[in-house]
């Protein structure tokens, strides 16, 4: 946001150090706290300068007994593999794992995580933890407490500083943000089981022994997408995030460790179900269909045009028995998921003819985590069986890193081709 948008936006007075630290007050922080901050300076509108206004605000909000903490994730330094805004090509990838500067808790700068975090970093006396790239910086007396020991495998669980900070019966604070952003709630997702629940692999730079070396990293496959309906059920059984306006903005205030907990419980028993009144079909795709299918397909598969798009939906509605697709329809009408399945006389990996095949699994973001890819494969499963099929196969490529966890969990297996899974039929 340009200077003048944000004169623009901001009514009244623009916001100063002396009255965010009114504000931050007002809403909760106390002198002492241990505070994790999540933030937009363009969502305040127009600050009186700026990030450093910001952090000297919050510094006094908390004092000089009080900790202050701050995200100051690097996710530019992961495996290239990872890459979606934007992607690279394929053949510059072993280049890039071959070269990247290794993370330098001192050097390496934040990643799209906002000018107050990326000012917070270079603070004097802050600490910032070793994680390659989900690093948190802290300021105060709990701040090595806070940072020190962040282990490398499951970065945002119980060896992160999120965990500490719950130790500590921490606050979260939401500056000019939504729970989106509300990385305490990740805590959670490392803490209990729920359907869907999956781990990953990544990869980062790192110095051992005075040496770069590049390290597989193990992790929790992390989704925010139900954060903000987790807020709303915390809220609603009681408790307590207390909101105020910050010039074009608002604060959001709360205590991590209940957060957490109830997050957790949350997941457990609403993560890969349905909530009421979201009752969904799985059914064949129909010729009314075009319009969604279309959208729904050219997320899966974008860079396509219409009529291509069209001619592959006239092939899913022919009579021939060789190709089908199923959709996941809502009360609404509208779909939530598709999947396309085709006979193959043989496929690697496979030993029957012929064989059912897997083309492409989509679940619209909103919608994931809640069985929906889970019953589209099975339906197409069933299609497959019902014509002779007695084995299942599907392919990946590079563009999807988590393909692989949701074929295992699928019941896939991974063939000598490590971009091909197969699955037996039961009859």
């Not at 808790?105 to 990643?111: G, N, V």
């Not at 997702?189 to 990544?202: C, K």
């Not at 903000?228 to 105020?244: F, P």
């Amino acid at each position: 946001m340009s200077e003048f948008d944000a004169i623009r936006r901001t009514k009244g007075l623009p916001v100063t150090a002396d009255s965010l630290t009114a504000d931050l007050r007002a809403v909760g922080v106390a002198s002492g706290d241990v505070l994790v901050v999540h933030s937009s300076l363009s969502a305040l509108g127009w600050v009186c300068g700026g990030a450093v206004a910001v952090i000297e605000a919050l510094l006094a909000a908390v004092g000089p007994a009080g900790t202050l903490v701050m995200p100051s994730c690097s996710g530019g330094l992961t495996d290239p593999r990872e890459w979606r805004n934007p992607p690279v090509p394929e053949e510059w990838k072993d280049l890039i794992r071959k070269t990247m500067p290794a993370y330098d808790p001192a050097r390496t700068p934040t990643y799209s995580m906002g000018v107050i975090p990326e000012t917070f970093r270079t603070w004097p006396g802050v600490v910032r933890s070793q994680h390659p790239y989900l690093s948190f910086a802290a300021c105060g007396p709990a701040a090595r407490r806070i940072v020190d020991g962040h282990t490398v495998d499951y970065g945002l669980g119980d060896g992160s500083p999120l965990a500490r900070i719950y130790d500590l019966d921490g606050s979260v604070l939401l500056l000019g943000v939504g729970h989106e952003s509300n990385t305490s709630m990740h805590l959670a997702e490392y803490r209990v089981a729920f359907s869907g629940r999956r781990e990953t692999t990544n990869g980062a730079p790192v110095v051992v022994a005075g040496k770069r070396v590049w390290t597989q990293i193990v992790d929790v496959d992390c989704n925010s997408d139900d954060f903000d309906r987790i807020a709303a059920a915390y809220v609603e059984s009681g408790g307590d995030v207390r909101r105020r306006a910050v010039g074009a903005g608002h604060a959001l205030w709360m205590k991590q460790r209940s957060l957490v907990d109830f997050a957790a419980e949350w997941m457990a028993e609403n993560r890969g179900r349905l909530t009421p009144g979201e009752e969904v079909t799985i059914r064949p795709l129909a010729s009314g269909d075009r319009g969604e299918w279309g959208r729904l397909r050219a997320a899966l598969w974008p860079g396509h045009g219409r009529r291509e798009l069209e001619q592959e939906m006239d092939g899913m509605l022919s009579p021939a028995e060789t190709e089908r697709a199923f959709v996941a329809e809502s009360g609404s009408g509208a779909l939530h998921g598709m999947v396309e399945a085709s006979l193959r006389e043989q496929a690697e990996g496979c030993t029957t003819s012929p064989v059912g095949y897997v083309e492409g699994l989509y679940v619209d973001p909103s919608w994931r985590r809640r069985g929906l890819g889970r019953r589209l494969v099975e339906e197409a499963e069933t299609w497959a069986r019902s014509r002779g099929c007695t084995e299942m196969a599907s392919d990946t490529t590079s563009e999807y890193p988590d393909s692989l966890a949701v074929h295992r969990a699928l019941g896939y297996e991974v063939t000598r081709s490590s971009q091909r899974f197969r699955k037996g039929l039961r009859p």
